[in-house]
Protein backbone atom coordinates (compact mmCIF):
# COMPACT_ATOMS: atom_id res chain seq x y z
CA UNK A 1 0.00 0.00 0.00
CA UNK A 2 1.21 3.54 -1.00
CA UNK A 3 1.64 6.13 1.78
CA UNK A 4 2.43 9.64 1.78
CA UNK A 5 3.19 11.62 4.66
CA UNK A 6 3.58 15.06 4.77
CA UNK A 7 5.36 17.44 7.62
CA UNK A 8 6.82 20.22 8.49
CA UNK A 9 3.92 23.01 8.14
CA UNK A 10 2.44 25.79 10.52
CA UNK A 11 2.00 29.49 10.91
CA UNK A 12 5.39 31.46 9.52
CA UNK A 13 5.50 35.55 9.30
CA UNK A 14 6.08 36.76 5.87
CA UNK A 15 9.34 36.62 4.47
CA UNK A 16 10.43 33.51 6.76
CA UNK A 17 11.37 30.32 5.43
CA UNK A 18 9.70 27.19 6.17
CA UNK A 19 10.41 23.32 4.91
CA UNK A 20 8.14 20.97 3.75
CA UNK A 21 9.00 17.01 4.01
CA UNK A 22 6.96 14.08 2.22
CA UNK A 23 7.90 11.10 3.19
CA UNK A 24 6.82 7.61 1.06
CA UNK A 25 6.29 3.85 1.53
CA UNK A 26 4.95 1.11 -0.32
CA UNK A 27 6.32 1.70 -3.70
CA UNK A 28 9.62 2.23 -5.57
CA UNK A 29 10.00 5.89 -4.87
CA UNK A 30 13.28 6.71 -6.94
CA UNK A 31 11.55 5.53 -9.83
CA UNK A 32 8.77 8.03 -9.87
CA UNK A 33 7.72 11.73 -10.91
CA UNK A 34 6.84 13.88 -7.06
CA UNK A 35 5.07 16.63 -6.86
CA UNK A 36 3.90 19.48 -4.44
CA UNK A 37 0.22 20.99 -4.89
CA UNK A 38 -1.83 23.00 -3.14
CA UNK A 39 -5.43 24.39 -2.44
CA UNK A 40 -6.10 27.70 -1.04
CA UNK A 41 -9.76 27.82 0.50
CA UNK A 42 -11.78 28.78 -2.69
CA UNK A 43 -9.33 27.62 -4.98
CA UNK A 44 -8.74 24.91 -7.14
CA UNK A 45 -5.53 22.91 -6.02
CA UNK A 46 -2.78 24.07 -8.56
CA UNK A 47 0.86 22.48 -8.60
CA UNK A 48 3.49 24.43 -6.96
CA UNK A 49 6.40 22.16 -8.06
CA UNK A 50 7.47 18.77 -9.36
CA UNK A 51 10.82 16.60 -9.70
CA UNK A 52 11.30 13.63 -11.87
CA UNK A 53 13.14 10.62 -11.49
CA UNK A 54 16.44 12.26 -12.27
CA UNK A 55 15.90 15.02 -10.42
CA UNK A 56 15.24 17.38 -12.90
CA UNK A 57 12.79 20.40 -11.38
CA UNK A 58 9.70 22.32 -12.63
CA UNK A 59 8.03 25.19 -11.17
CA UNK A 60 5.02 27.46 -11.13
CA UNK A 61 5.66 30.80 -11.79
CA UNK A 62 4.16 32.04 -8.88
CA UNK A 63 7.09 30.52 -6.50
CA UNK A 64 10.44 30.59 -9.09
CA UNK A 65 12.74 31.68 -7.05
CA UNK A 66 11.86 31.17 -4.00
CA UNK A 67 10.46 27.54 -3.41
CA UNK A 68 13.13 24.80 -4.61
CA UNK A 69 12.47 21.23 -4.90
CA UNK A 70 14.74 18.34 -3.94
CA UNK A 71 14.50 14.10 -3.14
CA UNK A 72 16.41 12.06 -1.07
CA UNK A 73 15.75 8.76 -2.79
CA UNK A 74 18.10 6.87 0.23
CA UNK A 75 15.29 7.95 2.68
CA UNK A 76 12.05 7.98 -0.02
CA UNK A 77 11.71 11.64 0.81
CA UNK A 78 10.71 14.70 -1.09
CA UNK A 79 11.49 18.06 0.17
CA UNK A 80 9.98 21.76 -0.46
CA UNK A 81 12.04 24.07 0.83
CA UNK A 82 9.82 27.43 0.92
CA UNK A 83 11.67 31.11 0.96
CA UNK A 84 10.65 34.76 1.53
CA UNK A 85 6.70 33.31 2.11
CA UNK A 86 3.94 35.92 1.11
CA UNK A 87 0.40 35.53 2.55
CA UNK A 88 -0.68 34.00 -1.11
CA UNK A 89 1.18 30.75 -0.13
CA UNK A 90 -1.26 30.06 2.45
CA UNK A 91 -2.45 26.88 1.24
CA UNK A 92 -2.81 23.13 2.31
CA UNK A 93 -0.05 21.73 0.58
CA UNK A 94 -0.14 18.40 -0.71
CA UNK A 95 2.35 15.99 -1.67
CA UNK A 96 1.95 13.48 -5.13
CA UNK A 97 3.59 10.52 -6.02
CA UNK A 98 2.43 9.82 -10.37
CA UNK A 99 2.65 5.61 -11.25
CA UNK A 100 1.41 6.74 -14.88
CA UNK A 101 -0.32 3.26 -15.22
CA UNK A 102 -0.31 2.36 -11.66
CA UNK A 103 -1.97 5.53 -10.53
CA UNK A 104 -1.10 8.69 -8.29
CA UNK A 105 -1.12 8.98 -4.85
CA UNK A 106 -1.58 12.10 -2.36
CA UNK A 107 -0.67 12.73 1.40
CA UNK A 108 -3.31 13.81 3.83
CA UNK A 109 -2.00 17.52 3.58
CA UNK A 110 0.06 20.03 5.92
CA UNK A 111 -1.23 23.49 6.77
CA UNK A 112 1.17 26.89 5.84
CA UNK A 113 -0.43 29.54 6.87
CA UNK A 114 1.59 33.02 6.27
CA UNK A 115 0.54 35.65 8.70
CA UNK A 116 2.13 38.74 10.61
Known amino acids: QVQLVESGGGVVQPGGPLRLSCATS????????MGWYRQAPGKQRELVAS???????NYADSVKGRFTISRDNARNTVYLQMNSLKPEDTAVYYCNVNRGPNGSNWGQGTQVTVSA
Open 26 to 33: GTIFRIYP
Open 51 to 57: ITSGGAA
